[in-house]
């Protein structure tokens, strides 16, 4: 089961986490079996240390906030990710330039595996 607080609540509020954590609850519903992967670094963006979500085969596709093009990398061992993207999705942004975790699950849906 996932879970997850909401900002101002008590609880472990972990804003990186909890895009990663609804995103795979949402592909889990869909009958995709994702996982919260944990921390990578993105190539294509700079060095910074996001979250990912992994696929039933081990693609991982890390989570930028706020990110319009999300993208998916074949499996790795280390924290960072190597090579060119297997796949790379356009997404649409909110009017507040959030991308949410609805939008990411069907982007990603077809090609995280």
């Known amino acids: 089961m996932v879970s ?13 986490n909890g895009l990663a954590e609804v995103t795979v609850a949402l592909l889990r519903a869909d009958g995709l ?5 944990r921390v990578r670094v993105d190539p294509e963006v700079d060095d910074h ?4 979500v992994r696929g039933p085969a081990g693609s991982v ?5 706020g990110a319009t093009t999300a993208r998916v990398y074949p499996p790795g061992a280390g924290i960072a990710l190597t090579g060119p993207p ?17 939008t990411l ?9």
């Open 86 to 102: 297997t796949t790379m999705v356009e997404v649409t942004a909110e009017k507040d330039g959030w991308v949410t975790a609805a």
């Open 61 to 65: 596709a890390p989570l930028h906030l």
């Open 33 to 37: 079996d994702a996982v919260a992967d």
């Open 4 to 16: 997850w607080a909401v900002p101002g609540s008590p609880g472990d509020w972990r804003p990186p």
């Open 49 to 52: 240390q996001v979250m990912a």
């Open 105 to 113: 699950a069907t982007a990603l849906r077809e090609h995280l595996t």
